[in-house]
């Protein structure tokens, strides 16, 4: 019963969510109100907050299926792989397969996406949020291998990587690139970024 209950609660968060960036997509973010967001999923407005603590919530739960992966990454990698090589395996098969957190895809909807979250300060600041969640989830999984400086440093750096990759590729597609004609570039780039980063294990 619980788990029923979970994935209604799931299915709810999903489509008080897809309503939201529908509306904002359409309309932009700041010119649509929490008020309208209820409408449009049906729900009043004290329900949506049961569900997403700010505005800014309901655009990002798209990406929260992301969160806490680089920890889980390093914890599920194959034995006797290092972190780093676990993670940067991760990052380039995400671009294989052009994930859109890796900034490399290129459907309509997805490059609008992004281009809301990097042009308004409030979901920048509250991906800057998520982000800190991540870094700190990813060294106390490096801190089960190294001490815990190190596994601080380094998941920093790491994300950091992330974080800059992922826009770079973005920015080309936003110019008119298609992921196709970028995905070579990005892989030199993720190679050559993962290798930059200290050794670790």
Request: net charge neutral; no cysteine.
């Amino acid at each position: 019963m619980t788990g029923l209950r979970q994935r209604k609660r799931q299915q709810v968060h999903e489509a008080i969510s897809a309503a939201a960036i529908a509306l904002f997509l359409e309309r932009g973010f700041d010119e649509v109100s929490v008020a309208e967001v209820a409408a449009a999923a049906g729900i009043s407005k004290p329900t949506l907050f049961k569900y997403f603590a700010t505005k800014e919530d309901l655009v990002l739960h798209r990406i929260s299926d992301h969160q806490g992966e680089a920890a889980l990454v390093v914890r599920r990698r194959d034995e006797g792989e290092t972190p780093l090589a676990a993670l940067r395996r991760h990052f380039l098969a995400g671009l294989e397969r052009r994930d859109p957190v890796t900034g490399l895809n290129d459907h309509r909807e997805v490059l609008a996406y992004h281009r809301m979250i990097f042009s308004v300060p409030g979901l920048a600041a509250r991906l800057l949020h998520h982000m800190a969640v991540d870094e700190e989830a990813l060294a106390e999984a490096l801190a089960e291998t190294v001490d815990e400086l190190t596994a601080r440093l380094v998941a920093g750096q790491v994300l950091a990587v992330q974080r800059v990759l992922a826009r770079g590729n973005w920015a080309r597609l936003a110019e008119g690139e298609t992921a196709d004609q970028v995905y070579p570039a990005a892989v030199a780039a993720a190679r050559r970024a993962f290798d930059l980063l200290p050794r670790l294990g």
